[in-house]
């Protein structure tokens, strides 16, 4: 039997010929800012159908989250036709084999296609991995990126990035990167460019969003889903006016670290979930230099501890305090020990972040960022998580809730919790004689460890 590609009768529209026709010509690295109702997902759908037969591998179809992916791709029908989006792109036909619940694909050629979730890259394997799309790339976690790419570079592979703006986080970044570079595709297509929807439609559009969420967020909405406006705050973000402030007043540069401050860490302590940790100083005039970000998964106190001595060594920075969540003198570490006694034998200095209510961390990093110079190492995963932080949105009752959505963006927010809250805190620290001996840390009971931090008790 014969199939002919791409399947179902499909024909890039004039609108996407550009970017199909980057595709299909070899190119390996695209990022397409469109507008609602493109069509991005299947121009990527039908060109790793042809790609997956042209080079036997596997291919990911990449949303933020692994449990909108399902939804959005794997069962998604296509209105103009009822079938699902992806039987027309792959028909069964090419099939050898199909699991609905991994979401999973293999081809009679012995080809693979996924469904993934930028959420879980850590969990990833597949080392013959020749292709991948990121939908809705502006909500997805960057750090899947950096995980992904050397497979794809070993590979000689291709990413194609595919989305509408979400305010001015890691996509637009990757945009201005792109189309100053030779080997990438950059396009941003706004409906007024590709005349895809009657004015009738946008009218529509325009009053639905209006309805939903009153004239000026509505207004917002649609010229970011339709004129692909960089502008509009992410939908529900806690932090959108005064990130961007960061970004217009020009606080998201590169600089020096002053080598005569000490550099304080800021943890959020992760137990089957991410750790992340920001690097900062408290200069005299009250101004916060935040010089670096890392986080990760999977990983114990002493991997954590690792990368912080290592970069305040490979930089010079003096050793400052780190703070870490109150609750880290109770949750275990899997080893049977605090987290705090953990911290402190492999010779770092935790400080207890008083205990606070969400509202109260909210405003305390509200009032910080005004006085905060982000260093640019930090943009794609350490800022792009406090301008992506958001509420989850009630569909039923058309309004946000009280609480934050727990994504890629929690991490990196909550740790910038606790050093807005502990940085008002920063006091003189022991020197290494009035730190007790390793070997003898576990022999302390936490409360008792807190007398050779020097620091009143009620900090504690």
């Known amino acids: 039997m014969r199939i002919q590609l791409p399947a179902s009768g499909w024909i890039e529209r004039p609108h996407q010929r550009r970017l199909w026709s980057y595709l299909q010509s070899g190119g390996t690295r695209a990022i397409e800012i469109a507008h609602r109702r493109w069509g991005k997902d299947d121009v990527v759908l039908h060109h790793t159908a042809i790609a997956a037969h042209e080079r036997v591998a596997s291919y990911w179809h990449c949303l933020p989250e692994y449990a909108q992916a399902r939804k959005a791709i794997w069962t998604a029908v296509n209105p103009h036709t009822g079938k699902r989006r992806i039987d027309e792109a792959f028909p069964h036909e090419l099939r050898s084999a199909t699991n609905e619940q991994e979401m999973f694909i293999r081809f009679r050629n012995n080809s693979t296609w996924q469904v993934i979730g930028s959420d879980r890259y850590n969990g990833l394997v597949g080392a013959g991995i020749a292709g991948i799309a ?3 790339w502006a909500l997805a976690n960057p750090s899947a990126w950096a ?5 794809l570079e070993e590979n000689g592979g291709w990413a194609a990035f595919i989305t509408t703006p979400r305010g001015r986080n890691h996509a637009k970044a990757m945009y201005d990167m792109a189309r100053s570079n030779p080997r990438w595709f950059a396009e941003i297509s706004t409906v007024l ?3 895809a929807l009657t004015d009738e439609q ?7 969003y209006q309805a939903l969420y009153g004239e000026d967020l509505g207004n917002a909405q649609f010229e970011q889903e339709y004129l692909c406006s960089f502008n509009a705050a992410i939908f529900g973000a806690f932090y959108a006016r005064e990130t961007l402030a960061v970004r217009t007043s020009g606080r998201l540069r590169e600089f020096e670290a002053d080598p005569t401050l000490p550099v ?26 935040i010089l670096d970000y890392y986080v990760a998964h999977g990983v114990g106190v002493d991997h954590y501890a690792d990368i912080v001595h290592t970069r305040r060594e490979e930089n010079g920075w003096k050793a400052g305090t780190d703070y ?13 020990r605090t987290r705090v006694e953990q911290m402190i ?3 770092l200095r935790p400080h207890l972040v008083r205990r606070s209510t969400d509202a109260d961390g909210h405003q305390a990093i509200r009032l910080t960022l005004p006085v905060c110079v982000f260093h640019t190492r930090t943009e794609e995963e350490g800022f792009a998580a406090l301008e992506s932080y958001r509420r989850e949105w009630d569909d039923d009752l058309k309004t946000f809730k009280a609480s934050a959505l727990h994504d890629w963006s929690s991490h990196g927010s909550k740790a910038f919790q606790y050093l807005a809250q502990g940085y008002r805190e920063v006091a003189p620290l022991p020197t290494p004689a009035d730190v007790p001996p390793v070997k003898a840390i576990t022999d302390y009971k936490v409360e008792e460890m807190w007398k050779f931090s020097k620091r009143p008790r009620d900090r504690v």
């Open 345 to 347: 034998s492999h010779n």
């Open 147 to 151: 995980y992904i790419r050397p497979m």
């Open 193 to 195: 460019d590709t005349k």
């Open 134 to 136: 990121f939908s809705e």
């Open 324 to 336: 870490v969540p109150h609750d880290a003198r109770v949750k275990e570490w899997g080893v049977g």
């Open 202 to 208: 946008l009218a529509e559009s325009r009053a639905e």
């Open 264 to 289: 304080h860490t800021a943890w959020d302590l992760g137990v089957l979930d991410s750790t992340a940790i920001w690097f900062f100083q408290v200069t005299a005039g009250g101004k916060l230099l």
